[in-house]
């Protein structure tokens, strides 16, 4: 019973293009939301966040997307660079089990120069 | 250390066999989390301490897994009788306080692998 889901395993992308990752939840009671970038042999480092009263959050490069209606967040990066290249995890919590955060089974990128 | 130090970085064991992994937050640090990563999947929460309260241990697969905290610094995970299924990267973090992901700085984790 996965209650977070990222569904593409991967996606590849052109260096200057915009990057789209996808995540899909099902529990209603996650109110926090985080992605994080992991590369090879590292452990992740988180990258942004979003809480459910917002919709959307920017920093720099890089913006998230909340759709509490759909279920559903998205990041998006802009411009995409090679560095970019790595596994992104989506996870969430709820305010219950704040410390729990529940993770996506990830999504590798690879920004293509 | 600058970061979270994970010892062994990769352990083979015989199916049956106990291992002992070790986590070395950054100094300071009062929260600790372990997860584990098994192969295609997210991570999955196994166990969290905070401070000297009693651990969230909600998320330990078994009464064959268990963890401690001594002084508030270093855990230890320990795996009883390991099975096939108990192979997993184990990862370990840690935060400044009782954050919710923001503040966690993850280890380069153990990758654990029961044969």
């Known amino acids: 019973d996965q209650q977070v889901k990222q569904n593409s395993p991967s996606l590849s992308v052109q260096e200057g293009r915009i990057s789209i990752l996808n995540c899909d939840y099902t529990?209603?009671?996650?109110?926090?939301f985080l992605w994080y970038k992991k590369y090879p042999a590292e452990g992740p480092t988180f990258l942004i966040s979003?809480?459910?009263?917002?919709d959307k959050n920017e920093d720099g490069r890089f913006t998230v997307f909340l759709n509490k209606s759909a279920k559903h967040l998205s990041l998006h990066i802009v411009p995409s660079q090679p560095g970019d290249s790595a596994v992104y995890f989506c996870a969430a919590s709820d305010k219950g089990s704040a410390r729990q955060l529940t993770f996506g089974s990830g999504t590798q990128l690879t920004v293509l120069p | 250390g600058a970061g979270v130090s994970q010892s062994p970085s990769n352990k083979v064991t015989e199916k049956g066999k106990d291992v002992e992994l070790r986590c070395d937050p950054i100094?300071?640090?009062?929260?600790l989390y372990w997860y584990r990563q098994s192969l295609g999947q997210g991570l999955e929460f196994l166990i969290y301490?905070?401070?000297?309260?009693?651990?969230?241990k909600s998320g330990l697969p078994s009464d064959r897994f268990s963890a401690e905290r001594t002084g508030g610094s270093v855990s230890t995970l320990t795996i009883q009788r390991t099975q096939q299924e108990d192979s997993a990267v184990y990862l370990c973090?840690?935060?400044?306080?009782?954050?919710?992901?923001?503040?966690?700085?993850f280890g380069s984790g153990t990758r654990l692998t029961v044969v």
């Open positions: 301490f905070q401070g000297n309260s009693a651990p969230d």
């Open positions: 529990n209603s009671m996650f109110d926090y």
């Open positions: 979003i809480s459910s009263i917002k």
């Open positions: 100094s300071g640090h009062t929260a």
């Open positions: 973090a840690s935060s400044l306080g009782a954050g919710r992901g923001a503040g966690y700085t």
